[in-house]
């Protein structure tokens, strides 16, 4: 019966942790075509992509994001800046943020890719 129990446990960690896994989205590389800047709980920075049809959040938009309260926050708007400033292509990690029936592209790690 013990033996049982540490199954079903191990079990639902591994779920779990797939689960969590397969959350993050990989887009290809792209540039970031404009910003867009709101207010902070109403995707507070968006960054647009020259190519739409990478994004993967299965929403229609064109963009990732990042909120006031995101994680890194200024470290990962100052990246998207100077990415958009300098031309350079990015590379996202992005995890799907259901809102009001749609998921939104929430940017979770953000690099800026050699020429």
């Not at 989205?25 to 902070?40: A, C, G, L, V, W």
Request: hydrophobic share 45%; with cysteine.
């Amino acid at each position: 019966m013990k033996r049982l129990i540490v199954m079903v446990v191990c079990f639902f960690l591994v779920v779990g942790f797939l689960t969590q896994a397969s959350a993050y989205e990989y887009p290809p590389p792209f540039r970031i075509k404009h910003i867009k800047i709101s207010n902070d709980t109403n995707f507070h920075v968006r960054a647009y992509s020259d190519n739409p049809n990478q994004w993967l959040c299965h929403n229609g938009q064109t963009w990732g994001y990042v909120n006031i309260d995101s994680s890194g926050f200024e470290a990962k708007t100052a990246v998207i800046l100077l990415a958009y400033s300098l031309g350079r292509a990015v590379q996202v990690v992005t995890v799907g943020k259901p809102f009001m029936g749609r998921t939104f592209c929430h940017i979770e790690e953000i690099k800026i890719l050699d020429q």
